[in-house]
Nanobody, 126 residues
Framework: QVQLVESGGGLVQSGDSLRLSCAAS????????MGWLRRAPGMEREFVGA???????YYADSVKGRFTISRDNANNTVYLQMNSLEPEDTAVYYC????????????????????WGQGTEVTVSS
């Protein structure tokens, strides 16, 4: 059973930076693709970024150039570095694990992820 624990959220001002972390339990972390998605108030959960088990990265257009996703396989952790934050980035951010070894299909979709963390809240004030 995979468990994901996100941390690093908070209240910041427009233009600030935050780094989110997601600590994963379970075997063979390095073989699984991981993602970050977010849900803004009153909105559906949307894709933010993903990193495959081969360390290829993917980003939503809205965060490209501002956010960077990375993984540390030695520590079973995936990160989301968020720079130049905007009020539109306000949301609960969720870490997702595809749960299928060597899976890389449609990482931009909610359906790609079998496991989710509890989320960490990010609020960006203007």
């Amino acid at each position: 059973q995979v468990q994901l624990v996100e941390s690093g959220g908070g209240l910041v001002q427009s233009g600030d930076s935050l780094r989110l972390s997601c600590a994963a339990s379970g075997p063979s972390f390095s073989g699984y693709s991981m993602g970050w998605l977010r849900r803004a108030p009153g909105m559906e959960r949307e894709f933010v970024g993903a990193v495959s088990f081969t360390t290829n990265t993917y980003y939503a257009d809205s965060v490209k150039g501002r956010f960077t996703i990375s993984r540390d396989n030695a520590n079973n952790t995936v990160y989301l570095q968020m720079n130049s934050l905007e009020p539109e980035d306000t949301a609960v951010y969720y870490c997702g694990d595809t749960g299928r070894r060597y899976y890389t299909v449609d990482l931009t979709k909610n359906a790609a992820y079998d496991y989710w963390g509890q989320g960490t809240e990010v609020t960006v004030s203007s």
